[in-house]
């Protein structure tokens, strides 16, 4: 164990981040001494494309680990001396851990909403999912889900084009699985033959308030999950739960790719569920 923790958050817009105050909570219960600190590059004006440089710097200034988000976590891929089996196939990071002066990539996203899929909808079926989202978000939960067992996955976005590098891509990571690309008007005929639904699109969003998918198209028998935390009641899980369907909430996933994180970073176990009530407090 090392003696303290000094870690970041590297990505833009990051300064009012419910993460580091995760972990520092998290760590304080442990009596672990662990400073987490955001570094936005919007605040400080630097692109994306500095990653690298930062890292550089951090770790001369004896920086421990660091969590990585958008724009970097393709751009930081080039930066590392090594990287999870899983974070290469997916080809995005969100974890670097900095050992013996070498950088190392890990992608607790997926890992975080595999984890969160597994303990909060237990048992649920998974033969057919429809996922509405094929961004950044997306990418992590969509590998996610197929690493979990989903059979015949149906992605969903307004950008037709994205959606079908998205679906191919995964297709060819998995290959005995269906991956396919439907356009939106096709939601309501997909989702009458799935067992599921994932939200991934920032429609919910303080900002972008609002149902992604008209809710009659939903009835009990589907499980629904979505990615949207804050709030962390959106209109899409008020709606689910009022028809009875089994429902998770987008904080699962933004607290389980920070107890993954924690646990990468300081080998010790975190407590997922203290975790979680830490960060529906903030
Ligand atoms: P992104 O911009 O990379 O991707 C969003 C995608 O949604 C785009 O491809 C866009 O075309 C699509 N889209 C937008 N509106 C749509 C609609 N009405 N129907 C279909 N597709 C639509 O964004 P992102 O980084 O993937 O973030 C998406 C959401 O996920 C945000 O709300 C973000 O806060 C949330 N998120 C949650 C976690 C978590 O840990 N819970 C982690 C990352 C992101």
Redesign the pocket.
Known sequence: LAESYLVGLIGDGVTPSLTPPMHEAEADAHGIRYLYRPIDLAAIGRPGSDVGTLLSSARELGFNAFNI??PCKQLVLMHLDSVSVDAERLGAVNTVLIRDGRFHGENT?FS??AHALRTGLPGVALDRVVQ?????????VAYALLASGVRHLTL????AE??RERAAALAALFPDRAVVAAS?DDIGHELAAADGLVH??????HQ?PGM?VDARLLSPRHWVAD????PVETELVRAAVALGCRVLD????????AVDAFRLITGVEPDAGRMRHHFLDL
């Open positions: 988000t958008h996203d975080g909403f509405l989202g094929a961004g950044g978000a997306g990418a992590a969903i976005d307004l950008d994205r959606t939106p991934a699109t920032p429609v919910g969003m972008h992604p990615v949207v935390y804050r987008g904080g699962h996933m933004a607290v389980g790719q």
